[in-house]
């Protein structure tokens, strides 16, 4: 071979392997950027880095999984909707029992699992909301607090609102709603929920979460925060008050009159009686 | 016809037995399915001697192993990863350093049995031909893992990497990853001999560039006792890595095979009849002239 011939050969086979190797390098950058889709129900270990970080982060070992006591993580296999060998849960199936002591966390030698967490209740796996207020028992008037009371921080993540029950017309709706300040999105909620399918789901926080812009100022905080009202003294509230009432805005509220300063008896049976003396 | 062989090493196992002509072939088996079963014990049968995957895994609740190469790539997407895996890295990086990079294909990688499986099946049924991929394709593409976990941020070699899937996938599950690994078989069985581990991997190709300049090598200590049956070019997964050694060329080269590439899986020695080859240490290279390279570009 001449050295043209030669040089014609290493160029074109050079060419070659590199035009292989950037198709096979393109669609894997493609499907690398498609890999990023997380499901909303799959749901990454507590203290894990927000998701693309975590991609780059998590080197797919499954120490996480294997130091999780209860089964919760496994980790994607080929098929899952989930980046390929990345560790997740489902909450309805096996939800986070936040251990005390986070295993999970300790076993991620890269820190793809942020070590820095050291309480489980700060972790921000996703956040429960009542997603079906039409099936969700509690929104009908039953009994049911299930949610509510399998919640690991009972009373601060899940509350119970009570409402009037306007279809009977005398009973309450025990509503129970979720504070982003304490859920953990560990997903006991979600699992736990007696329907068919969960009224109460763990979301991405970035799903169940509105954000108020920075421009809103809401009066009665900004009350508490200074120690009085901002926009000039409160005026005394004197309209429209059930007879026998006074309204104390700074205090209070609605104030009862002092018994015996009433133009009418405390007994209704006065007022049928009186009627009848009058005769 | 040696190139035609159907039998590799039919002399050797006249001559040693077949003990004795597969002895490296089942040391590397029972190190390739030890390694998994002792990955296996704990999720099967309780028994944590090592927990985790050949990306990470922590040895008797102390050890910490990292795979460099996973770890490399995590770095380049911008992560620091915290000692635990540095550590591990550099544990798993001076070991190779010292039994030769690739010792991992031959010696620790599932995906290796499956592509000996296709390159001994091709030789009993007689197939040859097929498409030919560059050598270097590997170091390609083992620049555009790089690559794209540097623009991606993203380890995304690792949504395809066959060895991760095939390994991890015996230890946590396989789901449809039994799917690539037919395909892998398929490539190397049909398509073009030894393609995945010879000519695509980038794991491998990693591998040999960190057993650069590896302690353990194969020598052709004996090559005067060669007489050309060609059986180790035969059954030699790198077979250019061969001549240099085994061959004196012009340039003085041998009798340690110094390329990378070579595995250090010792079929050579099990197949040649005449014990031409056997383990030893770089150092002990007879020549003075080293020609690594030389031959590596020549292919």
């Not at chain 1, 560790?87 to 820095?116: N, S, V, W, Y």
């Not at chain 2, 890595?241 to 004196?248: C, D, G, Q, R």
């Not at chain 2, 080269?253 to 030893?280: M, W, Y």
Request: net charge neutral; proline share 5%.
């Amino acid at each position: 071979m001449t050295f043209s011939a030669k040089r014609r050969k290493f160029l074109t086979e050079t060419a070659r392997t590199a035009a292989g190797v950037g198709v096979a390098t393109l669609m894997l950058g493609l499907y690398t950027h498609q890999s990023r889709a997380l499901p909303a129900d799959a749901i990454r270990p507590p203290g894990a880095l927000d998701e693309d970080a975590f991609l780059g982060a998590c080197i797919r070992c499954g120490l996480c999984v294997r130091d999780c006591p209860y089964d919760t993580l496994s980790l994607a296999t080929a098929g899952d909707d989930v980046a390929l060998g990345t560790p997740f849960f489902t909450a309805r199936k096996i939800p986070c029992e936040m251990c005390q002591d986070i295993p999970c966390i300790k076993a991620c030698p890269t820190g793809a699992l942020d070590h820095g967490m050291d309480n489980i209740d700060d972790a921000r796996m996703g956040l429960a909301v009542v997603i079906d207020q039409e099936a969700c028992i509690a929104f009908q008037g039953l009994r049911c607090e299930v949610c509510f009371n399998i919640c690991p921080i009972r009373g601060e993540a899940i509350g119970l609102d009570m409402r009037h029950n306007k279809r009977s017309g005398k009973h309450a709706l025990f509503i129970p709603v979720v504070h982003s300040d304490a859920c953990t999105g560990c997903g006991k909620c979600e699992q736990a929920c007696i329907l068919e399918e969960s009224a109460i789901k763990v979301m991405p926080v970035n799903l169940a979460k509105g954000q108020m812009q920075d421009h809103y100022r809401l009066g009665w905080d900004e009350k508490k925060k200074a120690g009085e009202s901002l926009i000039g003294t409160d005026d005394k509230h004197r309209y429209n008050l059930p007879q026998g009432t006074r309204y104390d805005y700074e205090g209070e509220g609605l104030i009862p009159a002092e018994p015996g300063n009433v133009p009418f008896s405390d007994n209704p049976l006065d007022v049928l009686n009186g009627h009848k003396e009058g005769l | 016809m040696a190139a035609g062989k159907l039998h590799p090493g039919a002399d050797a196992i006249a001559v040693k037995g077949w003990f004795g002509a597969h002895k490296w072939l089942i040391l590397r088996r029972i190190s390739q399915v030890g390694i998994l079963i002792l990955f296996l014990l704990g999720p099967l049968a309780g028994i944590w001697i090592i927990k985790g995957n050949l990306a990470s895994s922590l040895a008797l609740d102390v050890l910490p192993l990292t795979d460099p190469y996973v770890l490399i790539q995590s770095v380049l997407a911008g992560q620091r990863p915290l000692e635990t895996a540095i550590i591990g890295a550099i544990i798993v990086a001076v070991f190779y350093i010292l039994v030769g990079g690739r010792a991992y294909c031959s010696w620790i990688c599932p995906v290796n049995i499956v592509t000996d499986t296709a390159a001994w099946l091709r030789i009993k049924l007689g197939l040859k031909g097929g498409a030919t991929f560059s050598r270097n394709a590997r170091f390609w593409l083992l620049g555009s893992t790089f690559l794209l976990a540097l623009l991606s941020g993203t380890i995304a070699w690792e949504l395809v990497n066959p060895v991760s899937i095939l390994f991890r996938g015996l230890v946590f599950g396989m789901g449809m990853g039994w799917g690539l690994i037919l395909a892998i078989f398929l490539l190397d069985l049909l398509v073009s001999k030894r393609a995945w581990c010879g000519s695509l991997c980038p794991v491998g190709a990693f591998y040999s560039l960190l057993g650069h300049t590896s302690l353990l090598r194969v020598s052709a200590a004996h090559r005067e006792n060669c007489n050309d049956c060609m059986d180790c070019f035969v059954i030699c997964p790198e077979h250019l890595v061969i001549n240099p050694a085994l061959k004196e060329l012009p340039t003085g080269t041998g009798p340690i095979i110094l390329s990378s590439q070579c595995t250090n899986c010792g079929r050579c020695i099990d197949v040649c009849a005449e014990n031409v080859f056997k383990f030893d240490l770089r150092f002990n290279n007879t020549q003075t002239t080293s020609v690594t390279n030389k031959h590596e570009v020549l292919s």
